[in-house]
């Protein structure tokens, strides 16, 4: 009887362990199959960034050797003013996006907490809009430019201002949306007592509503901002001149023609845009799953 007892539990975790494999194990498997699927690019462009060799054929996963020309030959090229697109894109998806915040958080709170006729109907309308990509008014938004800039030569075809303005009508509606969710679960009672002390809807807005939604709007301004940032087929339809190109645009700049493609200088200028992105959302992934939760919570 002795013998069968202390053998239990190990036939128990014998079957155990086949039971983990049975149930739980093959999903490690897919994971780590999915992992490499989508690693595997990410350590090719590292490898060609470092690598002296621009031919593809030669390339290897691993290089005979490495360099860091690939990278100084992005800031000694006249041709090619990578440093002007990083910034150019920079400076349009920091200003765009936190406009988008702004527009998006004013909507919000309306829809939330203020009572008006259509109220519902706009905030269905929001969302139908968004149901269409952007992109497919490419065409009206390129001869919309040219008619601003025959009078506002400033805010024309080729101007980072109309660019911005187009990026400004992209989001919002979604934006809002998830902003109103997030406000819904804001007490109401806060307004109340604030209306009771003589406080406008302004105030409620700017003192305590503004406030309590930094959550979902940080949320809000990173998600916009990345796709903003890495946006192509807008910016390249209405940027004309080279200065103007975001880091989008310019990086088609490296693979014009076939037979001289800088493929190096292209994974080059890949790591260093990309980089600052990726370090925003690994800093910030636990805001955006929190805000994100949040704000689906009551929509």
Do not use: C
């Not at 007892?5 to 983990?20: F, L």
């Not at 994971?31 to 590292?46: K, R």
């Not at 604030?194 to 949320?219: K, M, N, T, Y």
């Amino acid at each position: 009887m002795a013998t069968n007892r202390d053998q239990s539990p190990i036939a128990a975790n014998r079957m155990s362990a086949k039971r983990w494999i049975r149930e739980i194990g093959w999903r490690h498997v897919v994971l780590i199959i999915a992992t490499f699927f989508a690693l595997y690019p990410v350590v090719w462009v590292l490898s060609a960034a470092f690598n002296p060799v621009d031919n593809l054929s030669a390339a290897r996963l691993i290089p005979r050797s490495f360099t860091f020309d690939n990278f100084t030959e992005l800031f000694e090229s006249d041709l090619t003013p990578f440093g002007t697109w990083l910034f150019n894109s920079w400076r349009v998806a920091l200003i765009a996006a936190s406009l988008n915040v702004i527009l998006a958080a004013l909507a919000s709170f309306a829809f939330s907490r203020l009572r008006f006729r259509g109220r519902r109907a706009g905030l269905l309308s929001l969302l139908l809009i968004q149901v269409f990509p952007q992109f497919l008014g490419f065409i009206a938004l390129f001869l919309l430019a040219q008619q601003i800039g025959d009078i506002f030569p400033a805010a024309g075809l080729n101007t980072q201002t109309y660019i911005i303005m187009v990026y400004l009508g992209g989001a919002i509606g979604f934006n809002a949306f998830l902003i109103k969710g997030f406000m819904d679960t804001i007490p109401a009672e806060l307004d109340e007592s604030a209306e009771v002390d003589g406080a406008s809807p302004w105030q409620i807005f700017s003192r305590i509503v503004f406030p309590l939604s930094r959550p979902v709007l940080a949320v809000i301004f990173i998600i916009t901002f990345i796709n903003i940032y890495s946006e192509y087929i807008l910016a390249r339809t209405l940027l004309r001149s080279t200065q103007e190109f975001t880091m989008a645009v310019g990086l088609q700049l490296f693979v014009e023609s076939n037979y001289s493609a800088k493929w190096g200088n292209l994974a080059a200028a890949a790591i260093i845009g990309a980089a600052p992105i990726v370090l925003t959302f690994l800093v910030a992934q636990k805001q955006i799953i929190g805000g994100l939760t949040q704000g689906s919570v009551k929509g």
